[in-house]
DNA sequence: AAAAAGTGTTAAAAAACTCTTAACACAAAT
DNA sequence: ATTTGTGTTAAGAGTTTTTTAACACTTTTT
């Protein structure tokens, strides 16, 4: 479960927010001031709602400060309408960026689109396109269609798709998956691609996996 | 270089977003409907700009079969400001939503937040004007499109673009390319040299790789 | 200017690596 | 005790890369 940092002084708006997020399974933590902000910021937090008139330092340096600590996305929640004062924010390093009064799904749907990016690689199901991979139970799915992968096979795919688009090398694969005491054959670890190459293909998934030569493969999507 | 595709029927609109983009360094593609936007889409490509009133699809399926094919960020475009549908875009996976008439420095900071997601782990890049080679993925690109290079050429390459300026005596390259035990002949450095300047011509580089007769190659910038 | 030494390019042979299938040993489940 | 599933190894076919060899070319030396 992730956790929203809300940043704002009014009382009731906070409440508010909390309440909204929370029923939408996030924990929540509030602040009311930016300099509270920068106190109860820590590593536990994964997204800050950020609104700009706040008592005390003003936002641009509150992001400033925030990104500092942790650089964790930023939704910054505002009635300012002035186009200047909009980039500048972008400029900080804020990722998004709503105009009061907004609409809560709206908001919900922001948040959602942001907290994914941090996702791919910690997250319990990585989706990608056909595949979806749940870390938690185990399980893959092509097309909703769970299949079967034995351990290694699981361990194998899930750290190429966790590095979608990058060569994982064999010795990475090896140090990964297997002990480091005894570390498999390379042919041991064909078969094994081969195995899961063979599983997805009969799923109806498309051909992922990629042969780097002499180097590993890569999950290309 | 990113590559953003920009789906919009208007002509003045699409032209107008192209240049933006193009001054702000990224490759452009256009596509003027979504059917077009469908055909076009491909693995070069690292963003969608989606404008919603398209002739024949309608955006919700265009998103739809966009991710399908694979998953990158879509920014939708539109007048419509009804909230449903703003929701029912989220739910299908757009990543931002910006409300025509918009600002183009704002459209280019959300660009910016959306593609920084994808930069962030590919750290370990060297650039050297239009050559840019990543040693943690083993990929080298050319005014941003990939070229495949075998694992030696590229460890000769990226010894060579490390001491840039400097001479690489063959028998460094020899000792730091190849096992010691067993050293290749000259000639065979030769042919590995001259494989690596065509891929790099035939990509549109420079002809950076230099001869020091008898010593070794210089790779001067 | 001619000879010698070194380099560039191409094609073909050789080597290295990969893929797939099958077999076997072993572990887990029935 | 039997069945089912997994991990590893081996072997042959297939693919890609590396090296060798040949010849034309360039630079250096004599």
Do not use: C
Not at 16 to 45: C, F, P, Q
Not at 56 to 65: A, D, P, T, V, Y
Not at 94 to 110: H, Q, S
Not at 202 to 209: H, Q, R, S, W
Request: glycine share 4%; charged share 30%; net charge neutral.
């Amino acid at each position: 479960m992730k956790t929203v940092l809300v940043v704002e002084d009014d009382k009731n708006i906070n409440e508010m927010l909390g309440e909204v997020l929370h029923h939408n399974n996030y924990n929540v933590k509030s602040a009311y001031s930016g300099t509270e902000a920068l106190l109860v910021m820590n590593k536990d937090i994964d997204l800050v709602l950020l609104d700009l008139m706040l008592p005390g330092k003003n936002g641009e340096e509150i992001i400033n400060e925030l990104k500092k600590i942790k650089n964790i996305p930023v939704i910054v929640m505002s009635a300012i309408t002035d186009i200047e004062k909009k980039l500048d924010l972008f400029k900080l390093g804020a990722e998004d960026y709503v105009t009061k009064p907004f609409n809560n799904e709206e908001l919900l749907a922001r948040i959602k689109v942001h907290l994914k990016k941090e996702n791919t690689l910690d997250s319990d199901v990585i989706k990608i396109n056909e595949i979806e991979l749940n870390t938690k139970t185990y399980t893959i799915a092509v097309n909703g269609n769970n299949i079967n992968l034995s351990k290694t096979e699981f361990e194998i795919l899930k750290l190429l798709i966790q590095n979608s688009n990058k060569v994982v090398t064999k010795s990475i694969i090896f140090d990964t998956v297997w002990d480091n005491f005894y570390s498999a054959d390379d042919n041991t670890l064909n078969v094994h691609i081969s195995k899961i190459r063979n599983k997805l293909k009969k799923a109806g998934a498309k051909d992922y996996i990629e042969t780097i030569w002499s180097i590993g493969y890569k999950f290309k999507n």
